[in-house]
């Protein structure tokens, strides 16, 4: 079975505090992703990463910037957190253009 | 601009009945359409998929419709249970890349 697992399940932060959301998957996926998820808007891709050292942007990548330096592991970033950065984060992976395997989700909050 | 969009926002069945949800996308490059389902506390899993060169695929009590001229598809579920509430989204992507662009999904109640 794929496992996707990502560091925290709940998160709170201050305004202003850079922000680490790690996720790390299990099946050698070249492909990678963060989303973000808030009632009536579905989700949104912030950044994907098809391989290690290479990211694109997504949707909605203002305010966030990621990190992919082994195979594994995809890490989001706020560098200051603000309060409308309060959301479900999702990290997903893929193999090559296939189905997407998501993890739990952390569920951060700004204060 | 939203380029998959479901309907309805929401939607409630009896146990036993047909419950049917509908996408329309605008991009006629996309060429791969899944639907996820999402429980809460749970990350979205991978329901069931369709390909542009197929009308209809079934598994089990789930069925996509795809409708290319009309760039529509759709999910029913057959003999709905409450454990098929969930909240579930559709999905499209296209090319060789597996970066989907998500409908903003409907939460379904199957009262008991």
């Known amino acids: 079975d794929v496992k996707v697992t990502q560091s925290s399940r709940y998160l709170v932060k201050r305004t202003g505090e850079k922000v680490f959301l790690e996720c790390v998957q299990d099946?050698?996926?070249?492909?990678m992703f963060w989303y973000r998820q808030d009632p009536g808007l579905g989700l949104r891709l912030i950044y994907f990463?098809?391989?290690?050292?290479?990211?694109e942007k997504g949707d909605i990548p203002e305010g966030y910037s990621v990190s992919r330096e082994k195979k594994e592991r995809f890490s989001l970033i706020l560098e200051s957190a603000s309060t409308n950065q309060t959301s479900m984060y999702l990290c997903?992976?893929?193999?090559?253009?296939?189905?997407?395997?998501f993890g739990p989700g952390t569920r951060l909050t700004v204060t | 601009q939203q380029q998959v969009k479901q309907s309805p926002q929401s939607l409630i069945v009896q146990k036993g009945g047909i419950s049917i949800i509908n996408c329309a996308y605008e991009?006629?490059?996309?060429?791969?359409f899944p639907w996820y389902q999402q429980f809460p506390g749970k990350g979205p899993a991978l329901l069931i998929a369709?390909?542009?060169?197929?009308s209809e695929k079934k598994e089990g009590r789930f069925t996509i419709s795809f409708n290319k001229s009309a760039k529509q598809f759709s999910l029913h579920i057959m003999d709905s249970q409450p454990g098929d509430s969930a909240t579930y989204f559709c999905?499209?992507?296209?090319?060789?890349?597996?970066?989907?662009?998500f409908g903003k999904g409907i939460t379904l109640s199957v009262r008991p």
């Open positions: 997903a992976s893929s193999l090559r253009g296939i189905e997407q395997y």
């Open positions: 099946m050698d996926h070249e492909n």
């Open positions: 990463s098809y391989d290690v050292k290479m990211k």
């Open positions: 991009n006629t490059a996309f060429d791969y």
């Open positions: 369709i390909r542009p060169d197929v």
């Open positions: 999905a499209a992507s296209s090319g060789a890349n597996s970066k989907l662009t």
